[in-house]
């Protein structure tokens, strides 16, 4: 019998939403992990602290910066494998500052990728890809209004946008993870390394701290506990797939337990046609779900804002057997209890003094 590889998991971006999920799932399952985090997102500290308080010894985190090659090395050095979620996550800061957002999302994941090539090459790496490298994907002629969404005219996208969609990166963010998504693939084909693209939609769930610029769905249920008003970018008919965190760990932990399969290979993850929601459709919900009335105003579209976009999950789920689990009805309700947990109590004591 093989005797268990007992050296660290690596994830970058371990603080973060998906990060500390997948961490917390690694070293529930008996996995050691090496957490590589600069702590620049507001609230990550407190998910650093939740891995700790659960794991103790089991996950060890190093304050770091991908954009500084060195401690990345160290960290890469004596992995088992790399998961790479470290990033600059929202688009309006790639476009207010996109050498920042370039330095972080593509030299950071280059960094990351010489580590492994040159210091540990037979490491697993996966990435943290997103929708936003297939850019706006389809024309306003190519899209109509059903109730309170859009949908697209042709049935050939009922199940969704495919691996096969041109690339067409759009926004400073999609340019700086399509570099990086494009590189991380490029490295299996040019030198072997074992790496895996995931492609994600729009994920949500606990842990998440969502705001007007990334986590649309937490930043949603959040205000509407709050009472706070929202601001609706576009028209609020824009389509999305939302995937619960738990279901998107289960996906990653597939491709890295089967790397043998996933090597070499993109995959789009998200919570495909059944999980589809318009942000308007979204804010029915979360008023059934809260019993609050969810003000809100509408803006102008931000750049390369996508009027649809649904996964099509099908080349997961053929190689890896993945399907999602968890409804959004379902998922909603989770995130609303970890939310209501989080922060609803201290904004009731704000509103009582
Ligand atoms: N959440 C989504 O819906 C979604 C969709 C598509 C892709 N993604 C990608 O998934 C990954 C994780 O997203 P998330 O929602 O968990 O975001 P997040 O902001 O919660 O997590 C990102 C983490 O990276 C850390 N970080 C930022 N810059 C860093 C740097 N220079 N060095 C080290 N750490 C740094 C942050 O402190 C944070 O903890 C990102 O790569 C993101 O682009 C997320």
Not at 18 to 29: S, V
């Given at each position: 019998?093989?005797?268990?590889?007992?050296?660290?998991?690596?994830?970058?971006?371990?603080?973060?939403?998906?990060?500390?999920?997948?961490?917390?799932?690694?070293?529930?399952?008996?996995?050691?992990?090496?957490?590589?985090?600069?702590?620049?997102?507001?609230?990550?500290?407190?998910?650093?602290?939740?891995?700790?308080?659960?794991?103790?010894?089991?996950?060890?985190?190093?304050?770091?910066?991908?954009?500084?090659?060195?401690?990345?090395?160290?960290?890469?050095?004596?992995?088992?494998?790399?998961?790479?979620?470290?990033?600059?996550?929202?688009?309006?800061?790639?476009?207010?500052?996109?050498?920042?957002?370039?330095?972080?999302?593509?030299?950071?994941?280059?960094?990351?990728?010489?580590?492994?090539?040159?210091?540990?090459?037979?490491?697993?790496?996966?990435?943290?890809?997103?929708?936003?490298?297939?850019?706006?994907?389809?024309?306003?002629?190519?899209?109509?209004?059903?109730?309170?969404?859009?949908?697209?005219?042709?049935?050939?996208?009922?199940?969704?946008?495919?691996?096969?969609?041109?690339?067409?990166?759009?926004?400073?963010?999609?340019?700086?993870?399509?570099?990086?998504?494009?590189?991380?693939?490029?490295?299996?084909?040019?030198?072997?390394?074992?790496?895996?693209?995931?492609?994600?939609?729009?994920?949500?769930?606990?842990?998440?701290?969502?705001?007007?610029?990334?986590?649309?769905?937490?930043?949603?249920?959040?205000?509407?506990?709050?009472?706070?008003?929202?601001?609706?970018?576009?028209?609020?008919?824009?389509?999305?797939?939302?995937?619960?965190?738990?279901?998107?760990?289960?996906?990653?932990?597939?491709?890295?337990?089967?790397?043998?399969?996933?090597?070499?290979?993109v995959f789009n993850l998200g919570g495909g046609p059944a999980?589809?929601?318009?942000?308007?459709?979204?804010?029915?919900?979360?008023?059934?779900?809260?019993?609050?009335?969810?003000?809100?105003?509408?803006?102008?579209?931000?750049?390369?804002?996508?009027?649809?976009?649904?996964?099509?999950?099908?080349?997961?789920?053929?190689?890896?057997?993945?399907?999602?689990?968890?409804?959004?009805?379902?998922?909603?309700?989770?995130?609303?209890?970890?939310?209501?947990?989080?922060?609803?109590?201290?904004?009731?004591?704000?509103?009582?003094?």
């Amino acid at each position: 019998m093989s005797e268990r590889d007992n050296r660290h998991v690596l994830v970058t971006g371990g603080c973060g939403f998906i990060g500390c999920n997948l961490a917390d799932r690694l070293a529930d399952r008996g996995d050691r992990v090496l957490v590589l985090d600069n702590l620049a997102r507001a609230g990550v500290r407190e998910n650093a602290q939740w891995l700790k308080s659960r794991h103790g010894d089991r996950i060890t985190i190093a304050v770091a910066d991908i954009r500084d090659p060195i401690p990345v090395i160290d960290a890469v050095r004596e992995a088992r494998a790399v998961l790479h979620l470290a990033a600059q996550v929202a688009v309006t800061d790639s476009v207010s500052d996109p050498a920042a957002d370039f330095e972080i999302n593509a030299r950071g994941t280059l960094n990351v990728l010489e580590a492994v090539r040159l210091h540990n090459s037979a490491a697993p790496v996966i990435f943290a890809s997103t929708n936003k490298v297939y850019g706006r994907l389809i024309e306003d002629s190519e899209i109509a209004l059903r109730g309170r969404r859009y949908t697209p005219v042709s049935d050939l996208l009922s199940g969704g946008i495919s691996e096969s969609a041109p690339l067409d990166f759009y926004s400073p963010y999609g340019c700086s993870k399509g570099t990086a998504d494009q590189y991380v693939h490029d490295y299996s084909r040019v030198f072997g390394l074992q790496t895996a693209v995931m492609r994600m939609s729009c994920i949500y769930g606990p842990r998440q701290f969502g705001t007007e610029d990334q986590g649309w769905i937490a930043h949603f249920l959040l205000s509407a506990i709050r009472g706070n008003p929202l601001t609706i970018y576009g028209d609020g008919k824009q389509v999305r797939d939302a995937l619960h965190v738990s279901d998107a760990v289960n996906a990653w932990l597939a491709a890295l337990d089967h790397i043998a399969l996933a090597r070499g290979r993109v995959f789009n993850l998200g919570g495909g046609p059944a999980n589809a929601v318009s942000l308007l459709e979204l804010i029915d919900r979360i008023t059934e779900l809260t019993g609050r009335t969810v003000t809100y105003r509408f803006a102008d579209w931000r750049p390369g804002d996508q009027p649809w976009y649904v996964t099509d999950t099908q080349a997961l789920t053929a190689a890896l057997g993945w399907t999602p689990q968890v409804s959004l009805a379902e998922g909603l309700r989770s995130l609303h209890t970890w939310l209501d947990s989080r922060f609803g109590s201290q904004d009731r004591s704000e509103a009582l003094a």
